[in-house]
């Protein structure tokens, strides 16, 4: 009798899993600089700047904006950033924010969630070398409005929270019952849909905006291609390496001042 019980256990769980929905959402990310924005980095250690042709490419570069997929399947969700295949020479000149720039990742390239497990894992790139950063998720301290909007067809609902001493608006949808979202975001009664945070960060400022710009769902269940755990690394060890990094151009930038006068 025992063993009826479980094999009808065991047939009802893989029922339900098959019957799981995957669903694969498109967003579009951009990166809005201010209209005064400045970037001079330190060319070789010469204390060179850029040249105005040089700023606009950076500029531009920067803020075309970038593809992303999230796919969901349960518990778990993945956000990949779509590469863009460019012949533009200056396509890898500096960092990635919005579009297309290569030096560092700003918010990582693959990020796997597990709302059950509270489980992150975040593929993130500095200087060519590729991190997985292994951590729990964060538990955001979201204010609920009753603000409200249309976004593709669905009232979407106005959410806040401070992140980092900085004020990060979304817009989640409740009719969506998925509790994730783009990036790292998730912890809302329904699918984050638009994210709105200003970004201050290193030689980098400005507003990023991340919208939804579709929806699909697929009876394809198969497991997310979550990412390899290798170059494991937490986000507070990764965050002291960025430091390192920053400081290093800046003694850079430095001494070519410094060889200057």
């Known amino acids: ?29 951009r990166l809005i600089l201010p209209d005064d924005f400045t970037f001079q980095p330190p060319v070789g250690g010469n204390g060179r700047t850029m040249s105005k042709e040089m700023q606009d490419q950076f500029k531009k570069n920067v ?13 778990e969700s993945l956000y990949k950033i779509i590469e863009k295949i460019s012949n533009d020479q200056n396509q890898g000149m500096g ?15 693959n990020i796997y969630k597990n709302t059950a497990t509270h489980q992150l894992l975040k593929e993130q790139n500095m200087m060519g070398k590729e991190y997985v950063i292994k951590d729990s998720l964060r538990n955001f301290d979201w204010k609920l409005t009753r603000e409200t909007k249309t976004i593709l067809g669905n009232e979407a609902k ?46 980098l400022k400005g507003t990023r905006i991340i919208t939804l710009t579709d929806i699909k769902t697929s009876t394809n269940t198969k497991p997310l291609d979550k990412p390899k755990e290798k170059n494991i690394i937490t986000q507070k060890e990764y965050d002291k390496l960025m430091q390192e990094q920053r400081k290093k151009f800046e003694d850079m930038r430095n001494s070519g001042v410094n060889k200057r006068d």
Request: proline fraction near 4%.
């Open 1 to 29: 009798m025992k063993k009826i019980i479980s094999v009808f256990v065991l047939l009802l769980s893989f029922v339900a899993f098959s019957q799981q929905e995957k669903v694969e959402i498109s967003y579009t990310s």
């Open 95 to 109: 960092m990635r924010g919005g579009g297309g720039m290569r030096m560092f990742s700003m918010n990582g390239d």
């Open 158 to 203: 106005k959410a806040t929270t401070i992140i980092d001493s900085v004020q990060t608006t979304v817009w989640y949808i409740p009719s969506l019952k998925y509790k994730t979202g783009p990036e790292k975001f998730w912890g809302l009664p329904g699918l984050i849909a638009e994210v709105q945070t200003e970004l201050n960060r290193g030689m």
């Open 63 to 75: 803020q075309e904006p970038q593809q992303a997929t999230l796919t969901i399947l349960g518990d």
